[in-house]
């Protein structure tokens, strides 16, 4: 019989030694005719969420076509070597050896804006990579203890942070349904508006009316049909494919030298811990799903992986690396387990990631469309924090003022952009990014209302008993 999966507390010790016998669903090699298609799932539910990163930060930076490709290659390359490493492992070193998908996170995206924002034109990647770097690093150092900490990252901390993830990156999409380039002069004009609502309601309508896989691959749909419908009105640029070669692997440090400045480090190494909790969670969740119980070794050699991907990622162009959400939604849906089909999956992004011009392809994908799906893909990240915070006793006064204040504190940079422009430029770069600012208050009220003094108080309830 399965192992049941255990909480943080009680995942403590190894995984028992498997009888000999039937082989474990997630173990099972699958033929062919059942591999493609379910890793095919698995690329559809994680191929927008890889490529928004590069996207996302090679805008902001100013990036040619050429550029955006080789950092949306870059990011490809590195999610499908994290990926064959956490599925397939390494000894007892790395690799959680569970169907699960890493890759950069959106996690990063805000964090990252706010130290390109403060940083020089030709050194905002190179700010970037340095803080990413020492993320990794720190990943790496505190991830064999990081159980403990666990509890200083409850639901209700952790759904402030992903909740603020969304509400804080919606207007980036917002800004690209407008036509993406605020300098032009056709900035916002209706026939970037009305290709962006078209986007909308085309996945609206997928997601509506279609049936098992074409449901679940309604965003990618909208954005190719809204691409498609793009090109009679001269709106998808070609240029970056035409340009960019059949094949090739990245080159190390082709943005520049990481530069490392400590509040941008600050930052990044907060995101982490956010994104330690997240792939800790999805750990113990999938390790359910499966059967096969999530111990704290197996949290140990995931959170491995997930550091020596982020330590690599920036050598190359990659970015912070965690693990896909959505992808366990597929293994739950689907009910296949098998981690080889991940792994298949993964071995896939690496392909893509070898050939630039494959993914120069998400490159001709107009900005208004990626407007109207942006606002499904990042409305969804709220709603998930939202459906986590729900989880986390919001019938409790004192939570619900935790909340309150966490949620305000990251909503700020959002509502006055120039609310910290008198701070000193370390705490410009914490602060004004929402998620770091939320995740600090939350954090912090946290452990005011839920540990402080908490053993004073028993100690004094069992004396009066």
Same mark, same amino acid.
């Given at each position: 019989m399965a192992q049941p999966a255990l909480g943080p507390a009680a995942a403590i010790g190894p995984c028992p030694t498997q009888p000999d016998g039937p082989i474990h669903p997630v173990d099972e090699k699958l033929a062919p005719s059942r591999l493609l298609p379910a890793a095919l799932q698995h690329i559809a539910a994680m191929y927008a969420g890889v490529v928004t990163p590069p996207l996302i930060i090679g805008q902001a930076v100013g990036l040619d076509p050429a550029g955006m490709t080789?950092?949306?290659?870059?990011?490809?390359?590195?999610?499908?070597?994290?990926?064959?490493?956490?599925?397939?492992?390494?000894?007892?070193?790395?690799?959680?050896?569970?169907?699960?998908?890493?890759?950069?996170?959106?996690?990063?995206?805000?964090?990252?804006?706010?130290?390109?924002?403060?940083?020089? *034109?030709?050194?905002?990647?190179?700010?970037?990579?340095?803080?990413? $770097? =020492?993320? %990794? /690093?720190?990943?790496? !150092? #505190? &991830? *064999?203890?990081?159980?403990?900490?666990?509890?200083?990252?409850?639901? $209700? =901390?952790? %759904? /402030?942070?992903?909740? !603020? #993830? &969304?509400?804080?990156?919606?207007?980036?999409?917002?800004?690209?349904?407008?036509?993406?380039?605020?300098?032009?002069?056709?900035?916002?004009?209706?026939?970037?508006?009305?290709?962006?609502?078209?986007?909308?309601?085309?996945?609206?309508?997928?997601?509506?009316?279609?049936?098992?896989?074409?449901?679940?691959?309604?965003?990618?749909?909208?954005?190719?049909?809204?691409?498609?419908?793009?090109?009679?009105?001269?709106?998808?640029?070609?240029s970056a494919l035409r340009s960019a070669p059949l094949a090739a692997l990245p080159t190390p440090f082709a943005f520049g030298t990481p530069e490392f400045q400590p509040a941008a480090i600050l930052s990044l190494c907060i995101v982490m811990l956010v994104l330690m909790t997240e792939s800790s969670a999805g750990m113990l969740a999938l390790g359910e799903i499966c059967g096969r119980r999530t111990d704290g070794r197996t949290i140990t050699r995931g959170l491995r992986t997930d550091g020596i991907a982020t330590l690599i990622g920036p050598v190359f162009g990659g970015f912070p690396t965690s693990a896909f959400a959505q992808n366990v939604g597929v293994v739950s849906l689907t009910k296949v387990r098998s981690r080889y089909v991940v792994a298949a999956a993964g071995g896939a992004l690496l392909i893509l990631g070898v050939f630039p011009v494959l993914g120069a392809v998400v490159s001709l994908v107009p900005m208004p469309v990626l407007g109207g799906a942006g606002i499904v893909l990042f409305g969804s990240i709220a709603v998930s924090g939202i459906r986590t915070l729900s989880e986390a006793g919001l019938d409790d006064s004192s939570n619900i003022i935790l909340v309150a204040v966490a949620l305000g504190a990251g909503i700020i940079p959002l509502a006055a952009p120039g609310f910290y422009a008198g701070f000193p430029s370390w705490a410009q770069t914490v602060l004004g990014s929402g998620i770091s600012a939320g995740a600090l208050v939350a954090v912090l009220l946290n452990l005011f209302f839920h540990h402080l003094g908490t053993h004073s108080r028993t100690a004094v309830a069992l004396k009066s008993s």
């Open positions: 080789r950092l949306i290659a870059a990011s490809l390359l590195i999610a499908g070597c994290a990926t064959l490493l956490q599925t397939l492992g390494i000894g007892g070193f790395a690799g959680n050896r569970l169907p699960f998908v890493n890759a950069a996170s959106s996690a990063g995206i805000a964090p990252m804006l706010a130290i390109a924002e403060t940083s020089a *034109p030709g050194h905002q990647l190179p700010a970037i990579y340095g803080a990413v $770097l =020492v993320a %990794g /690093v720190f990943c790496l !150092l #505190i &991830g *064999p203890f990081f159980g403990r900490l666990l509890r200083f990252f409850p639901p $209700l =901390v952790t %759904g /402030v942070v992903i909740t !603020l #993830i &969304g509400v804080t990156l919606m207007p980036v999409p917002v800004s690209w349904a407008q036509g993406g380039d605020k300098t032009a002069a056709d900035f916002g004009s209706m026939k970037y508006l009305a290709l962006a609502a078209f986007t909308l309601a085309v996945i609206l309508v997928i997601q509506r009316f279609g049936r098992g896989f074409l449901k679940q691959v309604a965003l990618l749909m909208g954005l190719l049909i809204g691409t498609l419908a793009a090109i009679p009105f001269g709106l998808a640029d070609f």
